[in-house]
Nanobody
Framework: QVQLVESGGGLVQAGGSLRLSCVAS?????????MGWYRQAPGKQREMVAL???????RYAEAVQGRFTISRDNAWKNVYLQMNSLKPEDTAVYYC???????????WGQGTQVTVSS
C-alpha cells in the first residue's frame, strides 16, 4: 500500500509561481516507477499534468509545457511540481499520482487546491 500526501497549494496571482510537493509513504518500498501530477478543475475531467518515469523521463500536458517542471528523488519517495507563469486556467485541485507498472497498481493523494487569480 502507498499513501501520497501533497502540500504546497494555495492562492497566487497570475504570473506567479508555486511548488507542489508529494511524499510517498509506503509499506512496501519497491515497485513504484511512475509518479506524477494530475489536476481537476470544477466541471471538468481529471487530466494529466506531468509524469516522470525511469531515466528520468518526463511527459507534460501541452497546456503546461515550458511553464511547469516535474522532478523526483532517486528513492521514488518525493515528487515535486514547480509551476511558473501561472494562469487562471491552471486553477484546479492537483493530485499526486504513483504507479507500479509491474502490478498495474495506482495510487492517488487527497489533492491540494491551487487557485490563480487574474
Amino acid at each position: 500500500q502507498v499513501q501520497l500526501v501533497e502540500s504546497g497549494g494555495g492562492l497566487v496571482q497570475a504570473g506567479g509561481s508555486l511548488r507542489l510537493s508529494c511524499v510517498a509513504s509506503r509499506t512496501t518500498n519497491r515497485g513504484i516507477n511512475v509518479m506524477g501530477w494530475y489536476r481537476q478543475a470544477p466541471g471538468k475531467q481529471r487530466e494529466m499534468v506531468a509524469l516522470i518515469t525511469n531515466g528520468p523521463n518526463t511527459r507534460y500536458a501541452e497546456a503546461v509545457q515550458g511553464r511547469f517542471t516535474i522532478s523526483r528523488d532517486n528513492a521514488w519517495k518525493n515528487v515535486y511540481l514547480q509551476m511558473n507563469s501561472l494562469k487562471p486556467e491552471d486553477t484546479a485541485v492537483y493530485y499526486c499520482y504513483a504507479k507500479n507498472s509491474y502490478t498495474d497498481a495506482s495510487y492517488w493523494g487527497q489533492g491540494t487546491q491551487v487557485t490563480v487569480s487574474s
